[in-house]
């Protein structure tokens, strides 16, 4: 659990298309559940396919980077790959 001296944190996950939640399981699923994920870790989660990311993948992002007040927040981009 993240310890409550620190900031809060959005998390945003781009998820390949072919991606089923059913299938994450244990302590990951977690994340997957927006509510568990603010009370367990600390952080609002939020994740979609990258099917529904409207106008593509960058135009997602940038829309994620904007606070309601319309200032960027930073962003950092973590890219994994399958081997």
């Known amino acids: 659990m993240l310890p409550s001296l620190m900031l809060p ?20 699923r977690i994340l997957f559940d927006q509510m568990a994920a603010q009370n367990y870790e600390g952080a609002s989660i939020f994740w979609v396919r990258r099917l529904a990311a409207f106008d593509g993948e ?5 829309h994620w980077q904007l606070k309601r007040d319309g200032k960027k927040r930073g962003i950092v981009e973590v890219l994994t790959h399958d081997s």
């Open 58 to 62: 960058e135009a997602a992002i940038k």
């Open 9 to 28: 944190i959005d998390i945003f996950l781009l998820m390949e298309d072919t991606f089923d939640v059913r299938d994450v399981s244990g302590e990951a």
